[in-house]
């Protein structure tokens, strides 16, 4: 009987799965990971110097489905909006003035789209004037229009959104990203752009004027020079006098 179990036992043993192996530990005891999702960081997406404060933020009112991960920034009207990354315009409009605080404006808004050639792009909507054509090489900080209240908007602001290039429409999926220096921020947080750089400025050397050429050198006499007799005029030419060569 011993013999038995010992038998079945040893059949039990056998037929168990081997446990599953695990990756080796990276140096310091750490599992590496094997795919990790890095947020996106964008710049801020108007112009230098400004500071704008976020009037909605995620997964609220109009922020929902492909829009879940979008900003809105309360501005004037004529605000200047600029590129978050580098990257080609793929979607450009800029002929709608028909806005209002319906959803039933939303087709009516003017927009951009970047594409950033890494698999994301940028929409920036409710633009009052685009300056950028669909082809468009654009660098971060470069001019795309000035901010309005066309489509479905209550009032003037900028919104925008990462989003993945999925199609070809306007209004892709939009992703989690995060805004440089600021990371996620919410409804009345305050983004500011970074200052205005001032332009190099090559300055001309300056052309000595009669007053530098009269002024004495430094160190010097400020003793006035003696008068000089001014030169005789020089005789008039007879008509029979030879022409001067050079």
């Known amino acids: 009987m011993r013999l038995l179990f010992a038998l079945l036992a040893l059949f039990a043993l056998s037929a168990a799965p081997e446990p ?17 999702l890095s947020i996106p960081e964008a710049k801020v997406p108007f112009g230098c110097g400004l500071a704008f404060p976020v009037s909605q933020a995620h997964d609220v009112g109009s922020h929902l489905q492909h829009d879940t991960w979008a900003w809105d920034f309360r501005m004037p009207e004529g605000t200047p909006v600029v590129a978050a990354y580098d990257g080609v315009v793929r979607l450009a409009r800029g002929d709608s003035a028909a806005g209002g605080c319906d959803a039933r404006f939303a ?13 994301l792009e940028t929409q920036y909507l409710h633009f009052s004037k685009v300056v950028v054509r669909p082809g468009d090489r654009v660098r971060a900080g470069d001019l795309l229009g000035l ?12 919104h925008f959104k990462v989003a993945r290039a999925d199609g070809p429409g306007w209004n892709n999926p939009s992703v989690h990203a995060q805004i440089a220096g600021y990371g996620d921020p919410q ?5 500011a752009a970074p200052a205005c750089q001032a332009p190099k400025v090559q300055v001309a050397a300056k052309e000595p004027t009669p007053q530098d050429l009269a002024a004495p050198a430094q160190g010097a006499s400020s003793a006035p020079a ?4 001014p030169a005789s005029a020089p005789a008039p030419e007879r008509p029979d006098a030879a022409p001067t060569r050079l």
């Open 20 to 36: 599953a192996t695990r990756p080796a530990p990276a140096p310091g005891g750490l599992v590496p990971a094997v795919a990790l």
């Open 107 to 119: 087709a009516s808004a003017n927009y951009v789209v970047v594409d950033h050639g890494n698999g």
């Open 147 to 158: 901010s309005g209240k066309t489509g479905w908007a209550c009032g003037a602001h900028l």
């Open 187 to 191: 409804v009345d947080a305050e983004v």
């Open 226 to 229: 003696p008068a000089v007799a």
